[in-house]
């Protein structure tokens, strides 16, 4: 039997586990920066920098301290919290690269920089040290605007990360038109098999974006005895209506055990796909693909809340 024959089998074995996975899930309810010194001066801080919020660490919105926040941000992948300006270092007189999680990004800036717009990336160059702020937003909707305070450096290029607070629950509030052109010109299963054979061919679907798994995502509940699952730090691939959890399963159990897709199935999981292999022998390991619906509201949650008047009580 030919490689490319065998090929075929395991993707038509990997198309079946995605129907079937459609079917049984749901119906479970850096880039590396050269060191340098980013101490920022209190006047180039103030001038021309409107008040900012600090996040006050990862607990509730409404806690978050009101003060201004003056320290720089080094990191390359930014979780963008609303409400809150992020100050990052970036290169003056070179180009600068800005991934962003929408589709369609729009800018607004009073600055004299110049901003260039390619897909979901956003490219800023300036020939001054004057910082320089961006509200940035889903072309046509406020929704959602993600605040930057860019300030100018002798440093070598930048090329940033902008990941929504939340990540993939998102999706839907953020949208993607060319992943749903995408996602609606074929019928829904189609659509679901495409999504799993570009997994396993290392492929990303038109419009559709691929970034790390960040530590405040929501992650699949898979459960099966013998086996261990890992999403943190994997991968999450987000279109418009769908989004992809891409973890790693272990087998611990010291025999050979077939990987059940049903054992990830939630309230929002359309498809499970299980990637090189779904029957791994003791120590093995193989990805694991969980396809979940971003339109899908959680039917755990009430449709409508009444505001306590005790605040948090």
Known sequence: MTKPYRFRLALNALALAVTLGATTAMAEVQ????PVNMSVPNNVLRNNVPALTSSGGSGNT???STS???EMNEASNLVMAPGVNEIVPVAV???????????EPAVNTTSDATVNIEDNVIYVATNEENPVTLFITQKGSQARALSLTLVPR????RELFLELEGGATNAALVGNPKAERWETSQPYIDTLRGV????ALGDIPQGYTLHDTNSQQRMPSCQQPGFNFQFAGGQTMVGHRLSVNIGVASNVSGQPLEFKEQSCGDWDVAAVAAWPRNVLGPNERTEVYVVRRADKKDPRMPTNTRPSLLGGL
């Not at 880039?31 to 050269?34: A, F, L, M």
């Not at 007189?93 to 589709?103: A, M, W």
């Not at 002798?154 to 290029?157: A, E, G, L, N, T």
């Not at 799993?196 to 997994?199: E, H, V």
């Open 93 to 103: 007189s070179h180009l600068n690269r800005i991934v962003t999680p929408f589709g």
């Open 68 to 70: 201004p926040r003056t």
């Open 196 to 199: 799993m054979r570009s997994l």
């Open 154 to 157: 002798r440093i070598p290029p």
């Open 31 to 34: 880039i590396p920066v050269e």
């Open 62 to 64: 409404s806690a978050r």
